[in-house]
Nanobody, 128 residues
Framework: QVQPVESGGGLVQAGGSLRLSCAAS????????MGWFRQAPGKEREFVAG????????YYADSVKGRFTISRDNSKNTVYLQMNSLKPEDTAVYYC?????????????????????WGQGTQVTVSS
C-alpha cells in the first residue's frame, strides 16, 4: 500500500549533521505511523525514532534522544530525520518503515516485526 524510499545519507565527520528524507508512495500515508530504524554490520536492526500518524507524538531511542528529531509532512507523504552531533556509533544503514494504525492509535511501536512496509535503506557513515 505504501513504498518508502529513503535519501540523504552520506559520509560526515563526527559532530556533523545530516538530514534523511523518506518519501512514501500511496494514498493512505496518514494512516501509518512511521519509524526510522538502523542496522550496523553484524548487528540486529534497531529502533531509532518514531512518529504517530498525525505527527503529534514522537519517541526516540535513548542513544539518539536530544540529537535526532523526527518529523513528517503528510501533505508531501514525507518523513524526515534530522541528525545532529553525529557520532561514529551512528554509522549504519538507516531504514524508513510504515506501521498501519489507522487514525486512532497514537502509541509508537519500537518492534521491527510490527512494521508493514520498509524502504531499501540509506547508508550513513560517521568518521572520527
Amino acid at each position: 500500500q505504501v513504498q518508502p524510499v529513503e535519501s540523504g545519507g552520506g559520509l560526515v565527520q563526527a559532530g556533523g549533521s545530516l538530514r534523511l528524507s523518506c518519501a512514501a508512495s500511496g494514498r493512505t500515508f496518514s494512516s501509518y505511523a512511521m519509524g526510522w530504524f538502523r542496522q550496523a554490520p553484524g548487528k540486529e536492526r534497531e529502533f531509532v525514532a518514531g512518529i504517530s500518524w498525525g505527527g503529534g507524538n514522537t519517541y526516540y531511542a535513548d542513544s539518539v534522544k536530544g540529537r535526532f528529531t523526527i518529523s513528517r509532512d503528510n501533505s508531501k507523504n514525507t518523513v524526515y530525520l534530522q541528525m545532529n552531533s553525529l557520532k561514529p556509533e551512528d554509522t549504519a544503514v538507516y531504514y524508513c518503515a510504515a506501521h498501519y494504525v489507522g487514525h486512532t492509535i497514537l502509541k509508537i511501536s519500537t518492534a521491527t516485526n510490527e512494521y508493514d512496509y520498509w524502504g531499501q535503506g540509506t547508508q550513513v557513515t560517521v568518521s572520527s
